[in-house]
Nanobody, 114 residues
Framework: VQLQASGGGLVQAGGSLRVACRVS????????AGWYRQAPGKQRELVAV???????NYADSVKGRFGISRDNIRNMVYLQMNSLKPEDTAVYYC?????????WGQGTLVTVSS
């Protein structure tokens, strides 16, 4: 299973950005997928997750601002980030799991300037 993340960049506080992740090497339709982030000096944390059926769950810190979605035709998972804050600055990683094994994308940097 391979994950390729893209779409990070620099944005001003209050702005929006969408990051994307392409999942290959497995039947994406049956996988859950998620986005994690790791800020400098902090541990990696869960941001959002979407199940194969489309159910979603979010960290409290991003609820109402971020939206996770998936495209089972293109094998893509997206994270739409709105009303961005400087504290959202981090490397964002996409993630999935098959059986007991976890797979990660390479990460994409999101920087929110104040």
């Amino acid at each position: 299973v391979q994950l390729q993340a893209s779409g990070g960049g620099l944005v001003q506080a209050g702005g929006s950005l969408r990051v994307a992740c392409r999942v290959s090497g497995y039947n994406f339709r049956i996988l859950s997928a998620g986005w994690y982030r790791q800020a400098p000096g902090k541990q990696r944390e869960l941001v959002a997750v979407i199940t194969s059926g489309g159910s979603t769950n979010y960290a409290d810190s991003v609820k109402g601002r971020f939206g996770i979605s998936r495209d089972n035709i293109r094998n893509m998972v997206y994270l739409q980030m709105n009303s961005l804050k400087p504290e959202d600055t981090a490397v964002y990683y996409c993630n999935t799991a098959v059986s007991t094994r976890t797979y990660w994308g390479q990460g994409t940097l999101v920087t929110v300037s104040s």
